[in-house]
């Protein structure tokens, strides 16, 4: 069956720390991947999605860094986290019938 | 102008009645349309998909697309206090486009 995993599902971070979230696909290949960010009370907001291994693409200007070194695994960092990155952040792929999210992690700067 | 636009809500509606939740789209070259629902906390899911003009039941949900109006919309029959969530409209033209979700309370 086809699942996606992501973690840690909560995440406190101080002002200026470095970040890493994993999201990991099984039961497909090749499948495309997409990060989303929800601020509290706010719809979802794109930041970067991938078609295949080191290909990636930024839908916003921010701190933000996006990486897939393997065909199933994408990764979100940052070097140094602003208090503006709090939010849910969401791993997705994409499906004929739509996308399928992760199980999102909740990423409180403080 | 946004390109996927909902009404934030909140929606509130008795149980057993007819929920009506409606989206409107900017991109005229849009090709699918989907609603997720999202509860407190969780991560959305979705419910359901449209493509072509006209509706689109799944059990007590259907899906209405007016390509011509740039408009879509999700209605819930006999709503129950577990619909209690919040809505979200998607568009794919490229990319899938979130509106900012409409918050529907369903009260017994």
């Known amino acids: 069956s086809q699942t996606i995993h992501q973690w840690p599902a909560t995440l406190v971070q101080p002002v200026g720390s470095p970040l890493s979230l994993e999201c990991t696909v099984e039961g497909t290949s090749n499948p495309n991947l997409y990060w989303y960010r929800q601020a509290a009370g706010r719809g979802l907001q794109l930041l970067f999605y991938s078609v295949g291994i080191g290909q990636i693409s930024s839908e916003v200007p921010q701190n933000l860094s996006a990486s897939r070194p393997q065909d199933r695994q994408f990764i979100l960092s940052s070097k140094k986290l602003l208090l503006s990155d709090s939010g849910f952040y969401l791993c997705?792929?994409?499906?004929?019938?739509?996308?399928?999210f992760g199980s999102g992690t909740r990423l409180t700067v403080v | 102008q946004k390109e996927v636009e909902q009404n934030s809500g909140p929606l509130s509606v008795p149980e057993g009645a007819i929920a009506s939740l409606n989206c409107t789209y900017s991109d005229r070259g849009s090709q699918s349309f989907f609603w997720y629902r999202q509860y407190s906390g969780k991560s959305p899911e979705l419910i359901m998909f449209?493509?072509?003009?006209g509706d689109k039941e799944d059990g007590r949900f259907t899906a209405q697309l007016n390509k011509a109006s740039q408009y879509v919309s999700l209605l819930i029959r006999d709503s129950q206090p577990s619909d209690s969530a919040t809505y979200l409209c998607a568009v794919r033209g490229g990319k899938l486009i979130f509106g900012q979700g409409t918050e529907l309370s369903v009260k017994p």
């Open positions: 997705a792929w994409s499906l004929p019938g739509g996308y399928t």
């Open positions: 449209i493509y072509s003009n």
